[in-house]
Structures are given as C-alpha cells and as structure tokens.
C-alpha cells in the first residue's frame, strides 16, 4: 500500500514562495511516476505538474509553467514541488499522487494514490 504524506504548505504573499514536500512509502517506486493537483475554492481539481521517477521527465500545466518546479529525492523517496512568484490564483489545497507507470499522466483519474492534501493560500 502506498501512502503519500504532503507538507509545507501555508500562507504566503504575492510574489512569495513556497515548497511543498511529499513523503512517499510502501512501495519500491522505481517503475512510478508522480504528480501535483490542485483544487481552489469552487473549483475542480487540476493538473499541476508531474515527473517520472526514473529518469525525472517532467510535465507541467501552462499555468505554472516557469515558476513552478517539481523534483524528487532518490534517497529520501519524496517528492517536492518549488512554487515561485507565487500569485493568488495559486491558493488551492495540493495534492500528491502517484500512479504505477513510467509514462506520467496529467489527470487525475491516472492516478491511483493520493495524499491528504495541504493548503497553500497566496495574499495579494
């Protein structure tokens, strides 16, 4: 069984930055890819970026696409996520997934594992 425990997250202002971490267990997950989601107040969740991890190809949404970055950690099997210039359409519960294939996928219907999510709220 794979668990997925995020943190990090917090309240930040315009501009700012945060750095999400995700602490993944259960598995060995060498033939996994992993990913980011989000969900805004009223809105559904969304893509926000994903990586493989073997080889760490990434993937993002066009929205964070230069000031997001997401990263993970052999050793430490965990997965972050570095937000910069962080804006207030960013402020949103995040979520870790992870999913058993190589080949990521941007929806959250390709992933089978979910972490309990952490809140990120982003001031103007």
């Known amino acids: 069984q794979v668990q997925l425990v995020e943190s990090g997250g917090g309240l930040v202002q315009a501009g700012g930055s945060l750095r999400l971490s995700c602490a993944a267990s259960?598995?060995?997950?060498?033939?996994?890819?992993m990913g980011w989601f989000r969900q805004g107040p009223g809105k559904d969740r969304e893509f926000v970026a994903a990586?493989?991890?073997?080889?760490?190809?990434?993937t993002y949404a066009d929205s964070v696409k230069g000031r997001f970055t997401i990263s993970r950690d052999y050793a430490k099997n965990t997965l972050y996520l570095q937000m910069n210039s962080l804006k207030s359409e960013d402020t949103a519960v995040y979520y870790c997934?992870?999913?058993?294939?190589?080949?990521?996928?941007?929806?959250?219907?390709?992933?089978?594992?979910w972490g309990q999510g952490t809140q990120v709220t982003v001031s103007s």
């Open positions: 997934a992870a999913r058993s294939s190589a080949v990521v996928s941007t929806t959250s219907a390709g992933y089978a594992y």
């Open positions: 259960g598995r060995t997950f060498s033939t996994y890819s």
């Open positions: 990586i493989r991890w073997i080889g760490g190809s990434t």
